[in-house]
């Protein structure tokens, strides 16, 4: 059973192999592409569920599994570089869920991308997809991590401007690449600073790792600029690249765009892979965030270091941002993408009040009710010809039944709806924890907030495009373009229709697995964090929570119930074609709904900075340099004919070794002075003005 | 020495060529592309011997061959390769034949074309062999020559302003360089190169300088200095750091594309391989004094540079900025392994990745930039010379080979990991953020302006609706195919098995380290 760490390379070679293979195929072998992908992907399943079962036995007395293979990469000085694998209960878990979760959202595609002519390449670019997350997942070096956090980031930008030709995708695109790659920059210095203090990246290594505790005490004792340890300044700094790819403030802008993507990849990039990458890495480099000189933390909850406190406020604030611009989008699939965010941040929040379990449980749980409701979206839009506002929906509860129970499951479980939705365990666990983190209760208040917002909007959701009476202009010109543009069969039917069965069968499949999920981590029998801690032999069941788990969970409860309530009460009574909210808080609405303007003040300020130095430095290249280099000409000339008429005078006649230079300088200047080049004789001054530099140098050393 | 005498055989490869083509009678561009393109060819295959019988374990010169030429002044015909210099061989050897290959459309005089390109290969197979100076310096202005002709008659409309500039640039420089160097050559008596990186270890140079040229009236550290400024002009230009490039961008954008190649992947590396066999060698110490100032230079070239692409609207002009900047980044790792340090075993290695990336990059780079200027003279030559950022739209829709493969090499250039670039770039951060952080900090915003510009250029250039104007534009033709297809194999290659190339290295480099003391 340990042997799987040995093929464990196979999880990501397979799909990546499937990429390679499809890259190379022709436009019209449409079915072997797609076979291939869902081959590949379902293969990589089988050997990550081999994998997972590998680590359901706890080494007696050591804890959680942890199986490492490494190798070296390329020489580096006197030793190597080197990368490796990892097994553990977290790659475990993940890689389970990104291969099953992926499976059933390419199998997906195969119904909703049916009538694109692109097919076989948008079977490759989903490959590579999962090929660079599963590369990440079971990395056990932060730099091979990094590289395929890169190729995450560059399928996902080749996937949302797949449909290329439209300049709103090929903006989002390019938009998701660049403002995750400046999250980046943060992370790229995080990793040289950590490979220079501790002189590995491979994460465990028999002791030597970076993540180990030699390592990490060194880290936690040393100190850089304003008495920060070493430790929390590259966490910090790791963290950056959570924010960019994790969509958290002030990052998040690149997420809604994304949506320009077609649905599936949709599902992919806010369920299974790109978003939930920087909550990985926050888990995965959990041992230096929480590194401290002395525990501060109580057993079983997480340390409260700097970098974990900023984690917490970075996460909760996410949280309640995103869910009150939620509340005032209309389009279907941009309500979920502000959900999205909003997860997210209660998945950084419950890592840093909770420690990795509390978190990762919750990105699961997550990933699987935001797959089901972006492909019961994709499914919505499907069957209702690409129209994408909840407005002109409505009704579709007769229409779709299959869809709309899906989509019920997964709305249930985002919005917390107790006991049988995962969402609501997973939930509840990030406000537990958050309510007994003691250095402040502010990130519980807003975690409640946000869970009302969640149940307000979701219900708003629900009720325009499954309830709402079926609006009147069911033939919008915005859906006839949407039609053309998707090659969408013209005229064979104008009133929405349920979808083919390769579609809905991920659905069930997936709503099923979103209540099976709530099975795992309750607090009558936490398997989840006994498995990831390694404590499978100690479970038992029975209630082992404190008093603060049952107040929490009543509050979590009432506050599903008020966020519901006050939303079907708004919308079921409001009148058809209005907001409700947008009634009664006119200005406030519209504000939300132009996502509080953050991409139009970064419009106005990073991007025209941006654009104001790039002129500015062209025109000091064309001017400024230039105009040095003119000067310096002229200067040079001066010298020249200076020396000239002093050599000709006869002043200096004495012919000494030293003139030589002086004369060959002078004679090739007055030459050049003699030809045609005249303006390029400003090139001899650039000499001597770096002279004159120097010698002012010299003179101050 | 009795073996063959393989270095001086790869250097007269293309001098034969060259005559081959100037003597031969025949007409038209074909036969004439044919025979620089075999030339070239089997000059890549001897590199291919020279590569194969190296040893990547030893960081000692290499197919030593060494004669008397001039005893009097101590010119010494000197040629020897280390793990240096046979990257750059490689290098040189790879990019002709592939620039030869992309060349076309060459209507006048094309057989001179085609010899001046195989002159120039010899410059460069001379340039990155030769270790004494005085035929150092033959062969580097050698290089010079054949690039101002091939600029001054096959380039674009402004071509004798850019040829003139590029050449009174680039000269200027070397005359610098060369009137220090005979002062050095006055201080110790001798231009070998390796000897004269001994003689500064030894303090001999300092000695030198004191004793044979105190006549000039200054201190031997001052004189130093002077001569550092000198030599180190002629290798600033060349690179470029700023603000010695501003005849970079006219000559590129001038250039024809294939020469651009050449120029960018291979001349702009005869630069900071003198930063790296000359100037840090034999002035370590100036060197280090102005180390500060010097750093300051780097990171403005890798932002400013950066920036200034992002303002362009030409194609060429653009990947002409990008090149400074990536060449800054050259810079920025070797000034870091300069830095001075504690001597322990920690920063030796900082000092070696940040050279393993310096070197790694000045590869990749070679061939990842020259495959962008391929790609962009063949825009050019279906685009009827147009090669506006916003000439085109769209296009990946009619030529999605091109596209595609244009996109990888894009990718290649703004360093995603998985391709070469990547982990050049990560070596020098390595070295760098530790030894210098603030100014490896700052040109991490070169990286970020990288992607920006780059995938600015995908965007206008091939997403969007498609331009009426191109309907019919052609994809990759078949021969097209097979020119590209290897050089972006050999970009996943690299990025994926980075030892293919570090194994020549990093014994060179560890010694390098050692002797460049702390």
């Not at chain 1, 190379?24 to 994998?51: D, E, N, T, W, Y």
């Not at chain 1, 997480?302 to 970098?307: G, I, K, R, V």
């Not at chain 1, 219900?459 to 009476?469: C, G, I, L, N, S």
């Not at chain 2, 954008?253 to 391989?273: C, D, H, I, N, Q």
Request: glycine fraction near 10%; include cysteine.
């Amino acid at each position: 059973m340990k042997g799987i760490i040995n093929s464990l390379w196979l999880i990501p070679a397979l799909p990546l192999l499937a990429a390679g293979i499809i890259a190379l195929m022709k436009r019209p072998q449409r079915k072997p592409a797609a076979a291939l992908a869902i081959g590949s992907m379902a293969l990589a399943f089988l050997v990550s569920c081999v994998a997972f079962v590998a680590t359901l036995q706890p080494e007696a007395g050591k804890g959680a599994v942890q199986l490492t293979h490494n190798f070296a990469w390329f020489d580096l000085g006197g030793s190597a570089l080197r990368l490796g694998w990892l097994l553990d209960p977290l790659t475990a878990g993940m890689l389970v869920m990104v291969t099953f979760v992926g499976s059933l959202i390419f199998i997906f595609s195969v119904g909703y991308m049916d009538h694109d002519e692109n097919l076989t390449r948008f079977f490759g670019f989903l490959a590579l997809f999962a090929a660079a997350m599963l590369g990440l997942l079971i990395a056990n070096n932060l730099l091979f991590l990094f590289m395929c956090w890169e190729l995450v980031g560059v399928a996902s930008y080749l996937l949302i401007g797949f449909w290329f030709h439209k300049p709103s995708a090929a903006a989002a695109a390019k938009k998701a690449f660049i403002t995750t790659r400046i999250g980046d920059l943060g992370f790229f210095l995080g990793i040289v600073w950590l490979y220079h203090e501790t002189g590995t990246l491979l994460f465990y290594d028999n002791g030597a790792g970076c993540l180990e505790q030699g390592a990490l005490t060194k880290l936690v004792t040393q100190t850089t600029v304003g008495g920060m340890a070493v430790s929390t300044a590259i966490s910090l700094l790791l963290f950056c690249g959570a924010v960019g790819k994790s969509g958290q403030l002030p990052l998040h802008v690149w997420l809604p765009d994304a949506m320009e993507g077609p649905t599936p990849v949709s599902a992919l990039i806010h369920a299974a892979t790109m978003v939930a990458a920087g909550v990985f890495l926050v888990a995965r480099v959990f041992p230096l965030m929480g590194a401290a000189t002395a525990d501060l933390g109580l057993e079983g909850h997480s340390p409260h270091t700097t970098a974990l406190t900023v984690v917490t406020w970075v996460g909760a604030c996410t949280a309640v941002f995103a869910a009150l611009i939620a509340v005032a989008q209309n389009d279907i699939k941009r309500i979920l993408a502000f959900s999205t965010v909003s997860q997210l941040g209660y998945m950084m929040l419950g890592l840093g009040v909770g420690g990795p379990a509390v978190g990762m449980f919750h990105l699961l749980t997550h990933a699987f009710f935001k797959a089901l409701l972006f492909l019961g979206a994709g499914s919505v839009i499907h069957g209702s010809h690409h129209e994408q506002d909840i407005r002109r929906m409505g009704g579709l509860r007769k229409l779709m039944p299959i869809t709309f129970a899906a989509y019920a499951v997964g709305m249930m479980a985002l919005a917390g709806f107790p006991l049988v939705f995962s969402g609501f365990w997973s939930k509840d666990e990030v406000l537990h924890a958050a309510m007994i983190w003691s250095p402040s209760k502010l990130p519980f208040l807003l975690g409640l907030f946000g869970a009302v917002l969640t149940a307000f909007y979701m219900t708003r959701q629900m009720w325009f495009v499954f309830f709402a009476p079926r609006a009147e202009s069911a033939s919008s010109p915005g859906r006839a373009a949407h039609s053309a543009s998707h090659h969408e069969p013209q005229g064979a039917s104008s009133s929405p229709h349920e979808s083919p069965r390769v579609m809905t069968l991920p659905l069930v499949i997936l709503a099923v697995a979103t209540v099976l999920l709530s099975l795992f981590a309750t607090p009558v029998w936490p398997w989840f964090h006994a498995y990831l801690g390694g404590q499978l032999d100690h479970l038992q069941v029975g209630w082992s929570a404190d008093s603060a788990a049952g107040l929490t969970m009543l509050l979590s409860v009432l506050a599903v119930a008020l966020g519901v309530s006050a939303s079907w009460r708004l919308y079921s009574r409001g009148k058809a074609g209005t907001d409700a909210v947008e009634r009664l808080f006119p200005r406030l609405f519209r504000a939300l709904q132009g996502r509080l303007y953050v991409d139009e003040f970064y419009a106005a300020t990073v991007f025209r900075l941006n654009a104001a130095v790039a002129v500015l430095s062209d025109w000091a290249d064309r001017f400024v340099w230039s105009s040095v280099v003119e000067l310096a000409a002229w200067l040079a000339k001066g010298l020249a004919w200076l020396s000239r008429t002093l050599d000709e005078s006869g002043i200096n006649s004495g012919f000494d070794a030293g003139c030589v230079e002086t004369r060959g300088a002078g004679g090739f200047a007055s030459r050049l002075q003699n030809g045609q080049t005249q303006r390029y004789l400003r090139i001899l001054g650039a000499g001597v003005v770096v002279l004159v530099v120097a010698i002012v140098w010299m003179g101050n050393n | 020495m009795t073996t063959l005498p393989i270095i001086t055989l790869l250097t007269l490869t293309p001098i034969l060529g060259a005559l081959v083509l100037a003597l031969g009678g025949h007409r038209g561009e074909r036969p004439a592309r044919n025979i620089a393109l075999g030339f070239g060819l089997l000059a890549l295959l001897e590199t291919w011997l020279l590569v194969a019988g190296f040893d990547g374990k030893s960081a000692a010169l290499q197919f030593v061959e060494r004669h008397a030429w001039i005893p009097s002044l101590g010119v010494e015909y000197f040629v020897a390769v280390d793990g240096l210099s046979i990257l750059l061989v490689l290098l040189s050897a790879l990019l002709v034949p592939f620039a030869v290959a992309v060349s076309g459309g060459i209507g006048d005089r094309p057989r001179t074309f085609y010899a001046l390109m195989l002159l120039l290969q010899a410059g460069l197979f001379g340039t990155f062999t030769a270790l004494n100076f005085f035929h150092w310096f033959i062969f580097w202005e050698l290089s010079l020559v054949p690039a101002y002709f091939l600029i001054k008659l096959w380039g674009g409309p402004a071509r004798r302003t850019a040829a003139t500039q590029f050449f009174i640039y680039t000269f200027v420089g070397s005359v610098a360089m060369l009137l220090a160097m005979q002062a050095v050559f006055l201080a110790t008596g001798t231009f070998d190169l390796p000897k004269l990186a001994e003689l500064a270890r030894s303090g001999e140079l300092a000695r030198g300088l004191e004793t044979k040229l105190h006549w000039t009236g200054l201190s031997a550290s001052a004189l130093g200095t002077v001569l550092f400024v000198g030599v180190f002009l002629g290798f600033a230009v060349k690179v470029p750091l700023m603000p010695f490039h501003t005849w970079l961008p006219a000559t590129y954008a001038e250039a024809p594309s294939s020469v651009t190649m050449l120029l960018t992947g291979a001349m702009s590396k005869m630069g900071v391989y003198g930063f790296l066999r000359i100037l840090a060698p034999i002035f370590p110490g100036q060197l280090r004094d102005l180390l500060g100032p010097l750093m300051a230079l780097a990171v403005l070239t890798i932002v400013a540079s950066a920036f200034a692409a992002f303002a362009q609207k030409d194609l060429k002009r653009m990947l002409a900025y990008s090149s400074i900047n990536h060449l800054g980044l050259c810079l920025l790792g070797l000034f870091a392994a300069m830095q001075p340090t504690a001597n322990t075993a920690g920063w030796q290695t900082e000092k070696v990745a940040a050279l393993n990336g310096v070197l790694l990059q000045m590869f990749n780079h070679g061939l990842t930039a020259a495959a962008l200027f391929g790609f962009v003279a063949l825009l050019e030559r279906r685009a009827g010379g147009l090669r506006g950022l916003d000439d085109f739209g769209g296009l990946r829709k009619v030529a999605p080979v091109f596209a595609g493969l244009m996109g990888i090499s894009l990718f290649a250039s703004l360093g995603l990991p998985g391709l070469n670039g990547f982990i050049g770039e990560f070596l020098i951060f390595k070295g760098a953020f530790p030894l210098a952080p603030y100014a490896a900090a700052l040109s991490t915003l070169g990286l970020l302006l990288t992607a920006i510009f780059l995938l600015t250029l995908i965007q206008r250039v091939f997403a969007g609706p498609l331009n009426e104007r191109w309907k019919t534009f052609p994809d990759l033709t078949r021969g097209e195919l097979l020119v590209f297809a290897p050089a972006v194999a050999l970009m996943f290659l690299l990025g994926v098995a980075p030892q293919l190339v570090v194994r020549l290295i990093n014994p060179t480099v560890i010694e390098a380290v050692n002797r460049l003391g702390n």
